[in-house]
T-cell receptor, first 116, second 118 residues
């Protein structure tokens, strides 16, 4: 089955710096790659996602890149702010049918700390 | 976005008892829902896929007789933890995706249920 590896497990940056989190996946049939931010005791919040037919996607300070050949994708956060501090998870999903969401296989998580 | 609601948000039960957790899609119909478990400082681990009108599909290593899943309607899936033990204490969270989004649909999560077995 699918396996998703995420690095680093912890990341500490100064406010204003950039943060990069990387994930690799094993199943070449995976076609959907979301990134989630989770605060303690809360549900994961989708921050950005990318589909397999796209190599890069950007939303303000957040960007995701996908390399299908190498089977890895990365989250880039620029101009980090203290409120970006949280645990971030990548995930991979394989969905074949038009009207059905696939199960998500999550990476191990990265605890991001942004120091003022 | 779509709304998935989970109940209860937290529950404390005695060892040996059963606990039922509900997951509802409030503004869409979901033929499929997913149940995850998250231990402290760990990732979300998929437990099972809940299928409306048919049996759930369990991930390897998840005991189907211990974690009973029922998906009796297009808006409700329930997870029952039977004969709960302290090691079952965890954060249980469900997700569902509205139909018709095409390849790679966004998942919407319930609030999660913090289960503590004493």
């Amino acid at each position: 089955g699918e396996n998703v590896e995420q690095h680093p497990s912890t990341l500490s940056v100064q406010e204003g710096d950039s943060a990069v989190i990387k994930c690799t996946y094993s199943d070449s049939a995976s076609n959907y790659f979301p990134w989630y931010k989770q605060e303690l005791g809360k549900r994961p919040q989708l921050i950005i996602d990318i589909r397999s037919n796209v190599g890069e996607k950007k939303d303000q300070r957040i960007a995701v890149t996908l390399n299908k050949t190498a089977k890895h994708f990365s989250l880039h956060i620029t101009e980090t702010q203290p409120e970006d501090s949280a645990v971030y998870f990548c995930a991979a999903s394989k969905m074949a049918f038009y009207n059905q969401g696939g199960k998500l296989i999550f990476g191990q998580g990265t605890e991001l700390s942004v120091k003022p | 976005g779509a709304v998935v609601s989970q109940h209860p948000s937290w529950v404390i039960c005695k060892s040996g008892t059963s606990v039922k957790i509900e997951c509802r899609s409030l503004d869409f119909q979901a033929t499929t829902m997913f149940w995850y478990r998250q231990f402290p400082k760990q990732s979300l681990m998929l437990m099972a896929t809940s299928n409306e009108g048919s049996k759930a599909t369990y991930e390897q290593g998840v005991e189907k007789d211990k974690f009973l899943i029922n998906h009796a309607s297009l808006t409700l899936s329930t997870l029952t933890v039977t004969s709960a033990h302290p090691e079952d204490s965890s954060f249980y969270i469900c997700s569902a995706s509205p139909p018709g989004q095409g390849e790679g649909t966004e998942a919407f999560f319930g609030q999660g249920t913090r289960l503590t077995v004493v």
